[in-house]
């Protein structure tokens, strides 16, 4: 039997990362054969603004990925990361079907259908992404495991929705599939990079991975292995590149290359640019402590915060991150095996993808929770389709 090849395209403002992996068989973690790697055009944190710009730079990373795998690509799973993802909450509930009062699986998805149903008056020109149930109750009584199988006059179910615009996600698929490349899915980027950056324990005990990206920056909190929050913050590591070139008078390319430190000069103070850059950090992890605040975790992370993204791997980004969140921090790392073609913690989304790709609904991991409640944007994009 033939391998499986699965794609992941991660169209990011500053890059646009192609991995390519190979699936030997079922049960067995995907193999990076190949990767393509180009620099984003078109778009403006993290949306799409200029499809042709946008479509060469893609196009650009799936020849690089194709030569390097030695296949062709056809279709992809693709993320999505704009400043228009949000997410809400909701609550649905409903009487069980059968005579015994049981819960069944249809009962379950008629529960989330319920939920969803409630908040769609409220997100006009929005569609969702994941529908993601967090707590489901019996009778009022808070179910610990699985909600099949018990019997009660009444279901409900506490519910956290991801959204994106329609505009964004729609102009996302377009551009892809004007190129060849059916899009099999479209998922947030942050959920795909959490497939790969957090560990099992870390998820089980409650964490927060934090992507600092180019102009955008990123939240996942997980609890109880389960993703309860996603946010996307209209800040990033650029807004770091522009005080330094501000705050010490040089040109934005050696700003980059100071931040980056490819560049020492003795014509700037080195106590000057860990204020410069540790003020911007401050204000990036306080705009995460408030969401935080806003769901009632500050604080109370046990796994603390894991850092990625390019603006992660500024100097003193994890200690600003400890100070300010009031949370254990440190760098995240991507280990996906020895073989594979990826060694930079940029590739998660990419490789999130891969791994979302070759992943089982029934699997009891974050990725089985997630995808066995997605709800796939292709259904409701097939309508503007000729």
Same mark, same amino acid.
């Given at each position: 039997?033939?391998?499986?090849?699965?794609?992941?395209?991660?169209?990011?403002?500053?890059?646009?990362?192609?991995?390519?992996?190979?699936?030997?068989?079922?049960?067995?973690?995907?193999?990076?054969?190949?990767?393509?790697?180009?620099?984003?055009?078109?778009?403006?944190?993290?949306?799409?603004?200029?499809?042709?710009?946008?479509?060469?730079?893609?196009?650009?990373?799936?020849?690089?990925?194709?030569?390097?795998?030695?296949?062709?690509?056809?279709?992809?799973?693709?993320?999505?990361?704009?400043?228009?993802?949000?997410?809400?909450?909701?609550?649905?509930?409903?009487?069980?079907?059968?005579?015994?009062?049981?819960?069944?699986?249809?009962?379950?998805?008629?529960?989330?259908?319920?939920?969803?149903?409630?908040?769609?008056?409220?997100?006009?020109?929005?569609?969702?992404?994941?529908?993601?149930?967090?707590?489901?109750?019996?009778?009022?009584?808070?179910?610990?495991?699985?909600?099949?199988?018990?019997?009660?006059?009444?279901?409900?179910?506490?519910?956290?929705?991801?959204?994106?615009?329609?505009?964004?996600?729609?102009?996302?698929?377009?551009?892809?599939?004007?190129?060849?490349?059916?899009?099999?899915?479209?998922?947030?980027?942050?959920?795909?990079?959490?497939?790969?950056?957090?560990?099992?324990?870390?998820?089980?005990?409650?964490?927060?991975?934090?992507?600092?990206?180019?102009?955008?920056?990123?939240?996942?909190?997980?609890?109880?292995?389960?993703?309860?929050?996603?946010?996307?913050?209209?800040?990033?590591?650029?807004?770091?590149?522009?005080?330094?070139?501000?705050?010490?008078?040089?040109?934005?390319?050696?700003?980059?290359?100071?931040?980056?430190?490819?560049?020492?000069?003795?014509?700037?103070?080195?106590?000057?640019?860990?204020?410069?850059?540790?003020?911007?950090?401050?204000?990036?992890?306080?705009?995460?402590?408030?969401?935080?605040?806003?769901?009632?975790?500050? %604080? !109370?992370?046990?796994? =603390? *915060?894991?850092? +990625?993204?390019?603006? /992660?791997?500024?100097?003193?980004?994890?200690? $600003?991150?400890?100070?300010?969140?009031?949370?254990?921090?440190?760098?995240?790392?991507?280990?996906?095996?020895?073989?594979?073609?990826?060694?930079?913690?940029?590739?998660?989304?990419?490789? %999130? !993808?891969?791994?979302? =790709? *070759?992943?089982? +609904?029934?699997?009891? /991991?974050?990725?089985?929770?997630?995808?066995? $409640?997605?709800?796939?944007?292709?259904?409701?994009?097939?309508?503007?389709?000729?």
């Amino acid at each position: 039997m033939a391998d499986h090849i699965i794609t992941g395209i991660d169209v990011g403002t500053y890059h646009v990362k192609v991995a390519i992996a190979r699936l030997p068989k079922k049960g067995s973690k995907p193999e990076i054969i190949g990767t393509g790697l180009a620099e984003s055009r078109g778009l403006r944190n993290g949306y799409i603004v200029n499809e042709a710009e946008a479509a060469r730079s893609v196009k650009s990373a799936i020849i690089q990925a194709e030569k390097s795998a030695g296949v062709s690509v056809k279709r992809a799973h693709v993320a999505i990361g704009s400043i228009g993802i949000e997410e809400m909450y909701s609550h649905g509930e409903i009487i069980p079907t059968r005579a015994d009062s049981e819960v069944t699986t249809t009962d379950l998805e008629k529960v989330m259908q319920d939920s969803e149903e409630r908040i769609m008056d409220h997100i006009p020109n929005r569609r969702v992404l994941h529908s993601i149930p967090l707590r489901y109750l019996v009778d009022g009584t808070e179910v610990l495991g699985q909600a099949e199988g018990l019997k009660g006059t009444k279901l409900e179910v506490d519910s956290l929705f991801i959204t994106t615009l329609e505009q964004h996600v729609q102009i996302l698929i377009t551009t892809i599939e004007k190129l060849g490349i059916y899009v099999e899915d479209v998922i947030a980027a942050p959920l795909a990079a959490s497939f790969v950056m957090l560990s099992k324990a870390q998820k089980r005990a409650g964490c927060l991975l934090v992507n600092i990206g180019a102009e955008t920056t990123s939240i996942v909190v997980f609890e109880d292995t389960t993703p309860i929050s996603l946010k996307i913050l209209p800040i990033g590591s650029s807004d770091i590149t522009n005080d330094i070139a501000l705050g010490l008078r040089i040109p934005l390319e050696d700003a980059e290359k100071i931040k980056r430190g490819n560049m020492i000069s003795a014509r700037y103070s080195k106590k000057r640019l860990d204020e410069i850059i540790e003020q911007r950090l401050k204000t990036i992890f306080t705009q995460v402590d408030e969401h935080l605040k806003n769901i009632k975790r500050d %604080g !109370l992370l046990p796994a =603390g *915060a894991i850092l +990625t993204g390019g603006g /992660s791997n500024v100097h003193s980004s994890v200690d $600003t991150a400890k100070y300010t969140l009031d949370l254990p921090a440190r760098l995240a790392t991507l280990e996906i095996g020895k073989k594979t073609k990826i060694r930079e913690a940029s590739w998660a989304v990419a490789y %999130g !993808l891969c791994m979302w =790709g *070759a992943s089982d +609904t029934e699997e009891v /991991s974050t990725i089985g929770v997630v995808k066995r $409640t997605h709800r796939s944007v292709l259904s409701w994009f097939s309508q503007f389709l000729p």
